[in-house]
């Protein structure tokens, strides 16, 4: 969730919630309530995770229940707020009385199931693990990791919605939070699937059976829980309440006709992106010619429900998790598109006997990452649906840098065909240059390349460092930046389907010895949307074209590179114009000194400038590590075969 809308959220949660006068009534419980059901699943998930483990699971998981029911207002204490608003200032509430909760097991009344016995899954050695680590914590540390790691809010915006809950040591409860995080064998992708913390996927035993015989009149209930939980694992539309004039505008967004399961989609309201605070697909107005075929777009939301889809990599399979969003039905290049959002994972369908519907990830998509969705390829050509924040939409040349933008030729959103090469290799076709709308964003223009999936990555870059922090990746626009993509576009770690983002950062510039010339050293990294990645390293001598290729040096997969591993170092083997041989090293802005180990042994190196250049290198086998200003010692990459 964007962390100007939690901030506010928690800030207003007392006056959105609140025991005040002024608010909306009827409507805004109404808004409150097709919230709150909307959101279920997620809500009971982050209650059950706060709630201690034990041997009465039962218990447990109808508190849960219990603990969500009870998170709506009183009539008449509601005020209007926008949806993500809303949504947060739920959550608060929910943690609030989960750590209640937590801390007085028997207080409240729960849900009554008669008859039966409900229990959540039993789960793998991974979940239960995690469940055992997870009864250590305290009450505010379950939350800490529920919201980080389920929710994926940042550490600061965690702390704030802690503080807001009435936690009064929001700091320790993140420490024991990320000390599980970094030990926990799930990935969030995996908490947010597993069956066994989801208290809307029950197993049912009975209960004593000749008991109830015995009682005569005993009144056998439904499960009360099932109701509402189903909202939320299948896609039942949730009708917002009524406001002014009769139109439903709980969530800006019209909802689908009734029925055990939608055949039409919600929409948002065409200018819901001017108001919100949250871009990302969730804002997109739906558009394209087709918006009036009910039975196209009944069509697409059969195939993702009932599973007759493909998935790209690292993509949780199953239907949709709400209501989807409708954001396009249409005719693109002669074919029929259908493409659908239901909070963290996008689908597109493509109507006929050679389509089919296509789930890829888009969880914590923004302003850039939600700016385009490839709708249709056509050999080298793509074509791309726009967000509606999308001002100026020009194409450029990577390898070309040099070259000036050009326009690009769109009608409501859909681009004509962009000569996006073809998927694997280098990024040697066209990448989409968008520049923002001065409504979101003062003069934000950004790159985004089609590397083969529904969502084109984004392209970054690092400069090189200087004293002090390390900088912060930027927008690959400058002439530093296109100059380094030039060189490094033929050498992109990965270019396929599920990677978000690509970032060069030049991590150190090294002086070449016999005066050759200056060389660059470039970290390139590849995130992918499931949080997975891998970086390589590489090196650009001087050279005679903008695009003559750099030299890769090593390539491993992990976190290199990233944010969370801010060091790295690179070494290869060069021979000068005049023949002479050296060993280059470089390091990041840390590095201090450097480790040559050959055959014969090791010597130690001096680096001030984070740089070493060996004349007479030994040889083969050879090692190289780095030592840090605060002695830690590091090594390169794992070595390209």
């Known amino acids: 969730m964007d962390r100007q809308i939690l901030r506010r959220a928690v800030e207003s949660s007392a006056r959105a919630f609140g025991r005040g006068a002024g608010g909306r009534g009827a409507g805004g419980l109404g808004d409150a309530e097709a919230s709150l059901v909307r959101h279920y699943g997620r809500l009971t998930r982050i209650a059950y995770l706060i709630l201690p483990a034990g041997p009465d699971r039962r218990r447990r998981l109808l508190t849960a229940h219990g603990v969500v029911q009870r998170a709506l207002p009183g009539r008449g204490a509601v005020r209007a707020e926008d949806p993500e608003a809303l949504y947060a200032a739920l959550r608060v509430r929910v943690v609030r009385r989960a750590l209640a909760a937590a801390r007085r097991p028997r207080i409240g009344l729960l849900p009554r199931v008669w008859g039966l016995r409900l229990f959540t899954a039993d789960g793998t050695a991974a979940e239960l693990a995690v469940d055992r680590a997870l009864a250590a914590l305290s009450p505010a540390g379950r939350a800490a990791y529920a919201l980080r790691r389920a929710e994926q809010l940042s550490p600061d915006a965690t702390a704030r919605l802690l503080t807001a809950a009435g936690v009064p040591e929001a700091g320790g409860a993140l420490r024991q939070a990320d000390r599980l995080n970094l030990e926990s064998p799930l990935l969030p992708e995996e908490l947010a699937s597993s069956t066994r913390f989801d208290p809307c996927t029950v197993r049912v035993r009975p209960g004593d059976l000749l008991r109830r015989r015995r009682t005569a009149r005993l009144t056998v209930g439904g499960a009360l829980v099932l109701a509402a939980c189903t909202a939320w694992a299948l896609p039942l539309p949730t009708p917002p309440a009524p406001a002014r004039g009769g139109r439903p505008t709980s969530d800006d967004q019209v909802p689908a006709a009734g029925g055990t399961a939608p055949t039409r989609a919600l929409r948002a309201a065409p200018d819901l992106w001017q108001r919100t605070a949250r871009l990302d697909l969730s804002a997109w107005p739906a558009r394209g010619d087709l918006l009036g075929d009910e039975e196209l777009v009944a069509r697409a939301v059969d195939a993702w429900r009932t599973g007759h889809l493909q998935l790209e990599p690292g993509t949780p399979p199953g239907p949709p998790i709400s209501a989807p969003h409708l954001l396009f039905a249409g005719r693109v290049g002669g074919a029929a598109v259908v493409l659908l959002y239901d909070g963290g994972r996008i689908a597109r369908y493509t109507d006929g006997p050679a ?46 840098p040099n070259s000036p933008a050009r326009a690009v030729d769109r ?48 392209l970054t870059y690092t400069p090189p460092p200087q004293q002090g922090e390390a900088r912060s990746p930027r927008e690959a ?106 060993l280059l090293a470089a390091g990041s802005r840390r590095v201090t000194r450097f480790t040559v180990t050959g055959p014969l042994g090791g010597s130690e190196h001096p680096a001030p400038d984070h740089t070493l250049a060996l004349e007479h290198p030994p040889a083969d086998p050879t090692t190289v590590t780095a030592t840090l200003d605060d002695d830690t010692r590091i090594g390169p990459l794992s070595p390209t075969p």
């Open 477 to 582: 626009t400058g002439t530093d930046a296109l100059l380094t993509w030039a060189r490094t576009a033929c050498t992109v770690p990965e270019r396929a389907p599920g990677v978000k983002s690509l970032n060069a950062w030049a991590f150190a510039q090294q002086p070449l010895p016999r005066q050759a010339g200056t060389a660059t050293w470039v970290c390139l990294r590849t995130d992918r949307w499931n949080g997975t990645g891998s970086a390589a390293t590489d090196l650009l001598l001087p050279a005679s074209r903008p695009d003559d290729p750099a030299r890769r040096t090593a390539l491993a997969e992990g976190r290199g590179c990233s944010r969370f591993d801010q060091h790295t170092v690179g070494w290869t083997r060069w021979r000068s114009p005049d023949g002479h041989d050296y």
């Open 355 to 400: 389509g089919g519907l296509l789930l890829a990830r888009a969880d914590d998509s923004d302003v850039v990452t939600g700016a385009a969705v490839v709708l249709r390829r056509e050999g080298v050509n793509s074509r791309f649906l726009l967000a509606p924040w999308v001002e100026s939409a020009e194409t450029r040349l990577l390898r070309e």
């Open 411 to 458: 009608t409501d959103g859909l681009t004509v065909p962009v000569p996006t090469g073809t998927p694997g290799g280098c990024l040697d076709g066209a990448v989409l240059q968008l520049r923002s709308s001065r409504t979101v964003a003062e003069n934000h223009a950004f790159l985004l390349a089609d590397v083969g999936g529904l969502l084109p990555a984004h």
